[in-house]
């Protein structure tokens, strides 16, 4: 195996979580981790799936601890990577896939530069915000943050080693599969 750590990175509702989601299914050998938060569970989430949801002191005393390879604070909330479940997947010769921000992103390539990363576009700005909304089932009190920090996000693409368009799910879903695999190889 070429890579044991895949980076996918893309603005919120871009796609990402879904991608992987999917793919984890179809390629055994890949395992997501669950990232844990200081947000708000939504409507159709649970514990575990797809975060670990926990209050902000205990997310403190996380980082006090040691316990995250990395931690960020995105759209004011607390994420945090575990490293546990990296050596876990190691320890068992899988594949790391994971969704995180570019400031994750910048950290994983940093401690770990024989990774790979990934960076899902979506076709518009317009278009993603309809997708927020759609997936939200409302407008986001935040949504304007959330569109400028997808700018900026956007505009740091090129510094991954693939990008890739989600205008048609399907479509983009097989190219990113192709992308995986060839990681893989």
Same mark, same amino acid.
């Given at each position: 195996?070429?890579?044991?750590?895949?980076?996918?990175?893309?603005?919120?509702?871009?796609?990402?979580?879904?991608?992987?989601?999917?793919?984890?299914?179809?390629?055994?050998?890949?395992?997501?981790?669950?990232?844990?938060?200081?947000?708000?569970?939504?409507?159709?989430?649970?514990?575990?799936?797809?975060?670990?949801?926990?209050?902000?002191?205990?997310?403190?005393?996380?980082?006090?601890?040691?316990?995250?390879?990395?931690?960020?604070?995105?759209?004011?909330?607390?994420?945090?990577?575990?490293?546990?479940?990296?050596?876990?997947?190691?320890?068992?010769?899988?594949?790391?896939?994971?969704?995180?921000?570019?400031?994750?992103?910048?950290?994983?390539?940093?401690?770990?530069?024989?990774?790979?990363?990934?960076?899902?576009?979506?076709?518009?700005?317009?278009?993603?915000?309809?997708?927020?909304?759609?997936?939200?089932? +409302?407008?986001?009190?935040?949504?304007?943050?959330?569109?400028?920090?997808?700018?900026?996000?956007? +505009?740091?693409?090129?510094?991954?080693?693939?990008?890739?368009?989600?205008?048609?799910?399907?479509?983009?879903?097989?190219?990113?599969?192709?992308?995986?695999?060839?990681?893989?190889?």
């Amino acid at each position: 195996m070429k890579a044991n750590l895949i980076i996918v990175a893309a603005p919120s509702g871009a796609g990402k979580s879904s991608f992987i989601e999917k793919i984890c299914k179809e390629i055994t050998i890949l395992v997501d981790t669950i990232t844990y938060t200081t947000r708000a569970m939504r409507l159709g989430e649970s514990q575990g799936h797809p975060y670990y949801f926990v209050s902000e002191s205990e997310f403190k005393n996380k980082i006090e601890d040691n316990f995250f390879v990395e931690w960020a604070m995105v759209h004011n909330r607390f994420y945090g990577t575990p490293m546990n479940q990296l050596e876990d997947a190691w320890k068992n010769d899988r594949c790391i896939i994971m969704d995180v921000d570019i400031q994750g992103a910048r950290t994983f390539k940093e401690k770990f530069p024989q990774s790979k990363s990934i960076f899902i576009l979506p076709p518009s700005i317009d278009e993603l915000r309809k997708r927020i909304i759609k997936r939200d089932g +409302k407008v986001p009190q935040d949504i304007e943050i959330r569109m400028e920090n997808a700018k900026n996000e956007m +505009k740091e693409a090129h510094q991954f080693d693939f990008r890739l368009v989600n205008d048609d799910f399907e479509t983009s879903y097989a190219e990113f599969k192709k992308i995986v695999e060839n990681i893989l190889r």
